[in-house]
Every structure is written in C-alpha cells, then in structure tokens.
C-alpha cells in the first residue's frame, strides 16, 4: 500500500519561514492535500491539488510538489499557525485516501 | 453556509455497533461524496472510507471491510458510518468530510473541504 512520510515535528522562528515535507513514491504523479489541525477542533484544507489555496486561506500558505517529494511552505510564521499538518493522496492503486503521519509545527 | 453537523457523542460495550449520522447543508448533497476520517487519542487522521452521495458507490479502507458500513439518504442529505464488533481500538474521535466532486459520473478531487465538528466514540466495559 501506499505510504506517506512526514516529520514528527518542524521549529520555526516567529516570522521566519517553515517548510514542512510529505515523501511518498512518485508522489509528484499525484495530487497532494493539505490540513491544519488545531488541538480539539476539525482539521481544515489549507492547500488542494499541491498548491492552490482554499478561499479564506492566507497567502503564506504556499505547496510544490515534484519527484517523491511535496512540500508546504508557511511564511512569516505566526504563533497562530501552530498545529499538527497533515499531507494526504488518492492512492489510485487501491483506490483509497492516504494520509500522512502527521506534522507538529512549532513557532520559537 | 456550507456546512456538516454530526451526531452526538457514544458510549459502547466492546462487541457492540455504532451509527454515526452526518447532515449535509449548504450545497447539492449528491455532487458530492463523503469520506469518513477518525483520531484515536494522540494519533494521526485515519481514513476508514468513502461514499458518493450520488449513487452510493463506496470505498472502505482494507483493515475496516466486514465491520464498517456506509450510506446515504438523499431524502435528508444525510450521511451515515456504522462500526460493528467494537473493540477498545476503536475509540476515536470519528469525522465526516465532504470529499470529491462529482459530475457526469466523473470524481474529481479537489481535497476534503468542509469537515463535521467529530463526534467522539469511546469503547469500554
């Protein structure tokens, strides 16, 4: 089945830029999506099909995707965008969703 | 607003089943499919499968097939997950999302926007 790794946790200066990654195989063959989960609340899509932004999200939420790597870049990080981040694909294969393990992201 | 309302929490005995309920309002309930998504405590989001609210085709993740049964009532625009055979791995925060647009029998996927608030499910004797 198709697998999806990411770092447990990702440290970023307030204000500075964090880039939190998504590996998979030939995973820039596939469509990637992006969630932010708040402690106790829903997750929410910050970014769909590797690099568009949901209304309401801000710009400095950005994605790329390519090779067997995909990434989601926050700039000028704020305290508020402190979460765990979730990458998820449609493993066509096996016809399932596939989430990653999960991003804690914490600003120093 | 576009939005997704789930049932209230539960509290099962190992071996017993589970109806979670999910209503849609907001948009066209069969343009859309629904995935369900649970979170154990502490852990990571679980996608468990997926059901399309325009004919009801389904998807399950592997682990789950024979226990976990998903549907529709277009009537009310409301989506239902039922968990059998509960075991105490099963107490999760459980999640409703709409998921997947549908046209002309064709998916696209566009990512799970609009989440339910979760209802909580906990397993114990």
């Known amino acids: 089945s198709y697998e999806l790794t990411q770092p447990l946790s990702v440290s970023v200066a307030l204000g500075q830029t964090a880039r939190i990654t998504c590996g998979g195989n030939?995973?820039?063959?596939?469509?990637v999506h992006w969630y932010q989960q708040k402690p106790g609340q829903a997750p929410v899509l910050v970014i769909y099909?590797?690099?568009n932004r949901p209304s309401g999200i801000p710009e400095r939420f950005s994605g790329s995707n390519s090779g067997n790597t995909a990434t989601l870049t926050i700039s000028r990080a704020q305290a508020g965008d402190e979460a765990d981040y979730y990458c998820?694909?449609?493993?066509?294969?096996?016809?399932?969703?596939?989430f990653g393990g999960g991003t804690k992201l914490t600003v120093l | 607003q576009v939005q997704l309302v789930q049932s209230g929490a539960e509290v099962k005995k190992p071996g017993a089943s589970v109806k979670v309920s999910c209503k849609a309002s907001?948009?066209?309930?069969?343009?859309?499919?629904i995935s369900w998504v649970r979170q154990a405590p502490g852990q990571g989001l679980e996608w468990m499968g997926w059901?399309?609210?325009?004919?009801?085709?389904?998807n399950y993740a592997q682990k789950l097939q024979g226990r976990v049964t998903m549907t529709t009532d277009t009537s009310t625009s409301t989506a239902y997950m039922e968990l059998r055979s509960l075991r105490s791995d099963d107490t999760a925060v459980y999640y409703c999302?709409?998921?997947?647009?549908?046209?002309?029998?064709?998916?696209?996927?566009?990512?799970?926007?609009?989440w339910g608030q979760g209802t909580t499910v906990t397993v114990s004797s």
């Open positions: 998820q694909v449609w493993d066509s294969s096996t016809a399932r969703e596939v």
């Open positions: 907001g948009y066209t309930f069969t343009s859309y499919g």
């Open positions: 099909r590797d690099s």
């Open positions: 999302a709409r998921d997947r647009f549908i046209a002309a029998a064709e998916y696209y996927y566009y990512g799970m926007d609009v």
């Open positions: 059901i399309s609210a325009y004919n009801g085709n389904t």
């Open positions: 030939n995973i820039g063959s596939k469509n």
